[in-house]
């Protein structure tokens, strides 16, 4: 039987497919998706630790999509002449 473990592994692959791909809005949401089968996996385990900081993880990359999808990011992946 496969278990949330491998299914959030081969999300987070594909996840990092997309973001390969350049599709970021794509790819944070299957993140997201993996997220969750990881707090189901450690909660089934009775890690509540372990789901604490899941959840704590993915909250700020919550927050931080919410902010790029926004426009409100000050940084770009482009490099500019100035920079080192």
């Known amino acids: 039987m496969i278990s ?3 299914i959030g592994g081969l999300l987070l692959n594909i996840g990092a ?3 390969f791909k350049g599709k970021i809005y794509e790819a944070v949401g299957i993140y997201l998706f993996a997220d969750i089968c990881w707090v189901v996996m450690a ?5 509540f630790w372990g789901v604490l900081s899941i959840v704590i993880g993915v909250s700020f990359g919550l927050l931080a999509f ?4 926004h426009g409100k990011m000050n940084k770009s992946i482009i ?3 100035n920079d080192l």
């Open 4 to 6: 949330f473990a491998v």
């Open 17 to 19: 497919f997309l973001t």
């Open 43 to 47: 909660y089934k385990r009775e890690d």
């Open 66 to 69: 919410l902010k790029m999808k």
């Open 79 to 81: 490099k500019e002449e």
